[in-house]
């Protein structure tokens, strides 16, 4: 029975790795999945989610040993891990007479950022699924100019889109406001963007308004978020259609009119579902918020234009860059050309790994320290223990009235011990001997 190897460190990670996964398994495929013990974060709520009763973390070693057992491995790792991986699996195949095992790598949502840097991260895999048709011409063109082949990207589109969206709805009902863990970054920012949303829920009473952040606050994902909006919403006058929602995405758009955020890949998803969609204008366009590959989707929208239903529709041109085949989803044609490749013996990473760029970005490499575990945390010293006070035995809230009165007290008591000390002060020449 052919295997297939996944390999993942977060929750988005793992839920793209599960619609290959079920593909391939519907193809006879047996399959398993590993975390690297890196740097990773999977609660077993976000396993759950994702699909999986468990996942197995392993050492490098050991998931290298099991790569190259594998038919097929499917890495969604970050850029840089993914990238490593690939170093050490191509020093370990090298005079090995065996074309290993077919490698697939891709990325989970759309590119916002590092587009090149994450490509030429990726370039050493067999099968590099590319999400949009502007992606794919970015990469050729990067390719050109390294003289990198071309003949292991593949234009798959996300795993999690239909290809096909359904029609745009037109009543507005129930908006979802679908949170990112580190966009934007400040508290004041992500605060500015909840105020829009409650202001909305304010302004149509008759409306559900769901806020969905990324991970609960104990939770971690790929990208750690800062300010979570339960911290930042603690104390505040929430309206009676509002309320925080930790359902997934995929489980709520069915029942959402109206997707809003800033640039999260949810966007597409909705648009998939048939909802409406609007991404926040008002903190500006800037690589640091990702809204800046949406320029051209006709989508941007302030909370003003949002709340005064003055939505966006997609752009076609926009809209055909990822869905583009509506005959074939992203998961089958990943699936197809790993039948293909794994029939013909062929591994286009081959033809990668000869290139001048590749063989001095792998010798650098090897120059590196292997990915490791992450230290474990130094235990915070235990605070030095302090000593009561009489003030730790009264309530709080008499502290500052105590004080007023001890103000008030001192000056009259001086004057009275003085006294007092006075009148029983030693007296004649041995005074000073006291």
Not at 158 to 187: C, I, K, M, N, Y
Not at 382 to 410: I, K, M, Q, S, T
Request: aromatic share 6%; charged share 25%; with cysteine.
């Amino acid at each position: 029975m052919r295997r297939a190897l996944f390999v993942a460190a977060f929750d988005s990670q793992l839920k793209w790795c599960a619609r290959i996964r079920d593909e391939l398994e519907a193809r006879g495929f047996a399959s398993e999945v590993v975390v690297p013990d890196v740097r990773s974060a999977l609660s077993p709520g976000q396993i759950e989610a994702a699909g999986f009763t468990d996942v197995e973390t392993v050492s490098w070693d050991e998931l290298l040993e099991r790569a190259l057992a594998a038919d097929a491995v499917v890495c969604s790792l970050s850029g840089p891990f993914t990238k490593a991986l690939l170093f050490d699996l191509a020093d370990r195949l090298e005079g090995s007479g065996t074309p290993g095992p077919v490698v697939v790598s891709g990325w989970v949502g759309v590119i916002i950022e590092k587009i090149t840097a994450g490509y030429l991260d990726r370039c050493g895999s067999d099968v590099v699924a590319v999400n949009s048709v502007e992606d794919l011409e970015h990469f050729r063109r990067a390719a050109a100019a390294l003289a990198l082949p071309t003949d292991n990207l593949l234009l798959t589109g996300l795993p999690f889109l239909s290809g096909d969206p359904a029609p745009a709805r037109t009543e507005v009902r129930r908006l979802l406001f679908a949170d990112q863990p580190t966009v934007p970054s400040s508290a004041a920012e992500r605060r500015f963007l909840y105020d829009g949303a409650l202001a909305y829920a304010r302004a149509h009473p008759d409306r559900e308004v769901l806020l969905k952040p990324r991970h609960r606050p104990d939770e971690d994902t790929f990208h750690r978020m800062r300010h979570h909006p339960e911290v930042l919403l603690a104390g505040a006058e929430l309206p009676p259609n509002f309320r925080v929602d930790y359902t997934s995405v995929a489980e709520l758009l069915p029942d959402v009119d109206l997707l809003v955020t800033v640039s999260s890949t949810a966007c597409l998803e909705a648009i998939d579902h048939g909802c409406r969609v609007a991404l926040v204008l008002d903190l500006g366009v800037h690589e640091r918020y990702g809204n800046q590959v949406f320029l051209g989707s006709g989508l941007l929208r302030t909370w003003e234009e949002i709340t005064a239903d003055q939505l966006g529709t997609p752009r076609p041109d926009w809209l055909a860059s990822y869905f583009f085949r509506p005959e074939r989803t992203a998961t089958q044609t990943v699936a197809d050309r790993v039948e293909e490749l794994l029939a013909s013996g062929e591994r286009p990473a081959a033809a990668v790994r000869g290139s001048d760029y590749f063989r001095s970005a792998a010798s650098y490499h090897r120059t590196l320290p292997k990915p490791a575990p992450p230290a474990p945390p130094v235990p915070k010293p235990a605070p030095p223990r302090r000593r009561l006070r009489g003030r730790d035995f009264v309530p709080p809230v008499l502290h500052r009235p105590l004080a007023r009165v001890r103000r008030e007290v001192r000056p009259a008591a001086g004057r009275l011990v003085g006294a007092v000390s006075g009148r029983r002060a030693p007296s004649g020449p041995d005074a000073a001997d006291v």
